[in-house]
């Protein structure tokens, strides 16, 4: 029995070098900008951005103490500026990140170093029932 553990230890080692390391949640990770989704404390979508109402969530989001970076998507950064400014006042980290894989629409999310109890993101709307 240990012999059979051994072996699968070895191949799960091979794998991973030939293939890279397994990454977790990738599908997740695509939808909100390289985080996890329990890590985010605030997102809007490319839509929402452009609304004087997006901006002041995401203003307001900015004011949370867990929070460690503003992540951009790279096509939302003119749009974005306003938080880009507001971020470097407040000495937060920002990085404008691109991917071709990204799917969804989250423009912008403001993410904490650990996992977050946020139920809803103003990103996903009201949650239909």
Same mark, same amino acid.
């Given at each position: 029995? =240990? +012999?059979?553990?051994? @072996?699968?230890?070895?191949?799960?080692?091979?794998?991973?070098?030939?293939?890279?390391?397994?990454?977790? @949640?990738?599908?997740?990770?695509?939808? &909100?900008?390289?985080?996890? +989704?329990? +890590?985010?404390?605030? *997102? !809007?979508?490319?839509?929402?951005?452009?609304? @004087?109402?997006?901006?002041?969530?995401?203003?307001? =989001?900015?004011?949370?103490?867990? *929070?460690?970076?503003? #992540?951009?998507?790279?096509?939302? +950064?003119?749009? *974005?500026?306003?938080?880009?400014?507001?971020?470097?006042?407040?000495?937060? /980290?920002?990085?404008? !990140?691109?991917?071709? /894989?990204? !799917?969804?629409?989250? *423009? !912008?999310? #403001?993410?904490?170093?650990?996992?977050?109890?946020? =139920?809803?993101? &103003? =990103?996903?709307?009201?949650? @239909?029932?």
């Amino acid at each position: 029995m =240990a +012999r059979l553990s051994k @072996k699968s230890e070895l191949e799960k080692t091979l794998a991973a070098g030939i293939h890279g390391t397994p990454e977790l @949640k990738p599908d997740e990770k695509r939808r &909100y900008l390289g985080s996890f +989704r329990e +890590r985010v404390i605030q *997102a !809007v979508s490319f839509s929402q951005l452009r609304t @004087k109402e997006g901006i002041k969530v995401m203003a307001e =989001a900015l004011k949370d103490p867990r *929070a460690v970076e503003l #992540l951009i998507h790279q096509e939302a +950064r003119g749009a *974005a500026m306003p938080l880009i400014v507001e971020s470097r006042r407040r000495n937060l /980290d920002f990085t404008i !990140v691109s991917n071709p /894989d990204f !799917v969804g629409d989250v *423009a !912008v999310a #403001l993410v904490a170093a650990d996992a977050v109890d946020v =139920a809803e993101l &103003y =990103a996903e709307g009201p949650k @239909k029932r």
